[in-house]
């Protein structure tokens, strides 16, 4: 009879660990160009926020998190085909991630149709937020956001005489052109796109070059694509300045231009050394699990999912999206870049721009 009792006793000790070991993950869709760096950097930021909440012990009573990922390959339609899985077959009810303004565009009819909720990470067209839907937020800054600085260290500090804009073809790249040309007028001798697949630059940066151009302006998100006009660039033996549009600039891109990016500048809404503990926890995660120092692509896929989580857990719910969005509005977050709040559309709203450029091969403050 006691050692009936005695085992009954630790059958209910032990049901509570093993309810919550049972409980079903809850589960996060991330969409991005996953065969690119760009890609790749954002997803591993995901990660690393879905590993530290698994580490503390999950969400809503110990469920953990589970990532499902698919590539868009920068490519709309692939993006819809993506969101389409994920919430109709893979038991998704919020999407985080991609690069592309286009593809960011295009899931968004889906994700409303279908009563959910999209964190896009790094999409900077300001019509990514707004769309009537309540379900939509934006990490990255805007085009527009980033023009209130950056336009005016661009007219009042660098002051070029004629200027080139090379720019994927892509909403991004095409409102890039449209806001250089509002902003510099007949100073823009050049402009033109590339497609997103493209590798060869040998001919558009030949036009930029011979336009007269004093400082080529590029927007790409693609990394391996601007680094490669970066290094075109000094092939031609082009001595001007060189303009990377903001949120763009990244140590891979550097890499992969070798010593033609050195004297690049633009701007951007994190650098790894900020002084705070979230940054240093994020920071050292990164590098135990990868081996080097995160930056602001990896820092929006780390900001994505742990918002995400944190809006379930403090709503009580990982399928209401509407309790979900509203716990996302109310709440002022602390990350790795410091406080974010949303606005009303769902916008993202940190810091100012940090202006940046390439010294001695690596990324730093301007002016230090």
């Known amino acids: 009879m006691k050692k009936a009792l005695v085992a009954t ?8 660990a093993a309810w919550g070991q049972s409980k079903a993950p809850v589960r996060i869709g991330v969409i991005n160009p996953a065969k690119t760096l760009v890609g790749k950097q954002g997803i591993q930021g995901a990660t690393i926020a ?37 919430l109709t077959q893979d038991d998704v009810k919020i999407v985080t991630g991609e690069v592309s303004s286009s593809v960011a565009l295009a899931v968004i ?8 909720l999209f964190i896009a990470t790094v999409p900077k067209h300001p019509d990514v937020t707004k769309s009537s839907y309540n379900g ?21 500090a660098v002051r070029p005489g004629k200027v080139a804009v090379l720019a994927e ?63 075109a660039l000094s092939d031609l033996k082009f001595d001007g300045k060189r303009c990377i549009m903001p949120g763009i600039l990244n140590s891979e891109g550097v890499r992969i ?48 999912v742990t918002i995400a989580a944190k809006a379930m857990d403090q709503a009580g719910t990982a399928t209401d999206v509407k309790k979900i969005a509203d716990a996302i509005r109310k709440t002022t977050w602390k990350t790795p870049r410091g406080t974010v709040h949303f606005d009303a559309s769902g916008q993202a709203v940190s810091g ?17």
């Open 136 to 156: 939509i937020f934006r990490l990255n800054s805007t085009t527009d956001m980033d023009s209130a600085s950056f336009d005016a260290y661009l007219t009042k």
């Open 109 to 116: 009819p889906v994700v409303e149709a279908e009563g959910a």
């Open 352 to 368: 100012g721009l940090i202006m940046i450029g390439v010294k001695n091969g690596a990324l730093a403050p301007l002016g230090k």
């Open 257 to 304: 231009a070798g010593a033609a990016a050195e004297g690049a500048f633009s701007a951007d809404i994190y650098l790894p050394t900020l002084g705070n503990s979230a940054n240093a926890a994020f920071v050292a995660a990164y590098k135990a699990k990868y081996g080097n120092v995160p930056e602001k692509i990896e820092l929006l896929g780390f900001e994505s």
């Open 50 to 86: 879905a590993d530290l909440i698994n580490q503390g012990g999950g969400i809503l009573g110990g469920r953990k998190i589970e990532l499902v990922v698919y590539d868009t390959n920068f490519a709309p339609a692939e993006g819809v085909s993506a969101v389409q899985r994920l």
């Open 169 to 231: 073809n892509s909403d991004f790249g095409r409102l890039t052109i449209a806001n250089i040309k509002k902003l510099f007028g007949n100073k823009v001798v050049y402009a033109d796109t590339y497609g997103m697949q493209q590798n060869d630059f040998n001919a558009m940066v030949t036009n930029a070059r011979a336009s007269g151009a004093d400082m080529v302006c590029i927007a790409g998100s693609n990394m391996e694509q601007y680094g490669n006009i970066l290094r």
């Open 9 to 16: 006793a630790i059958l209910c000790a032990l049901a509570p």
